[in-house]
Every structure is written in C-alpha cells, then in structure tokens.
Nanobody, 119 residues
Framework: QLQLVESGGGLVQPGGSLRLSCAAS????????IGWFRQAPGKEREEVSC????????NYADSVKGRFTISRDNAKNTVYLQMNSLKPEDTAVYYC????????????WGKGTLVTVSS
C-alpha cells in the first residue's frame, strides 16, 4: 500500500522552529518530486514548497521563502520541511504529496500534520 505519513507538527511559539517529516512506504521516493502544502482554516490548500526527485531543484512560496527549507534523504525515503521564524499565519495542516515533477499535479496525498503557531 502506497503511503505518505507526515510527522513533526505541534504547538510552537512565534519565532520558533519545527521540522516536519514526510515518510514514504510502499514505494521508492527516488523517482518522485515531493511537495509540501498547507491548508489554514477557511482557506484553500496552497503549495509552500517542492523538491525535485534528485533534490537538485527546490521552490518556495513567497510567504515562506527565506524561512522554510525543504530537503530529502532518499536513503531514508523521507522528505523534510525545516520551518524557522514561524508566524501565527503559518498555522495550518501541512500535507506532503507525491508528484511526477514540481510542475505536475499531485498523484497522492498524505493525511497531514497540524502546526499551530501561538503564544
């Protein structure tokens, strides 16, 4: 069974950091790009970052550029999202998703992990 499982979410104060993980099972991540998306209450899901299958190409939404860093460890079949200088507006459920490339559509989603930034 193909699965993506996110972890690492939680409650953090403004200015704090979290590292999210996206672990794949049932398939090899090597051949796929992985996107991180988020959905805040009452808002549409948006893509915040994507990393190519090789890790050689990354992109970020303007709202997180300079604060978030995406990386991957294909040996561990895992992709990470390091989130620094967190703001209350970063509060959302964060999802990872498998894609053929960073410009293609989503093949399947993880179930998400909640990040809450609040004092």
């Amino acid at each position: 069974q193909l699965q993506l499982v996110e972890s690492g979410g939680g409650l953090v104060q403004p200015g704090g950091s979290l590292r999210l993980s996206c672990a794949a099972s049932g398939f090899t991540l090597d051949y796929y790009a992985i996107g991180w998306f988020r959905q805040a209450p009452g808002k549409e899901r948006e893509e915040v970052s994507c990393i190519s299958s090789s890790g050689g190409s990354t992109n970020y939404a303007d709202s997180v550029k300079g604060r978030f860093t995406i990386s991957r460890d294909n040996a561990k079949n895992t992709v990470y999202l390091q989130m620094n200088s967190l703001k209350p507006e970063d509060t959302a459920v964060y999802y990872c998703a498998r894609k053929l490339s960073c410009v293609s559509g989503v093949l399947h989603w993880g179930k998400g992990t909640l990040v809450t930034v609040s004092s």
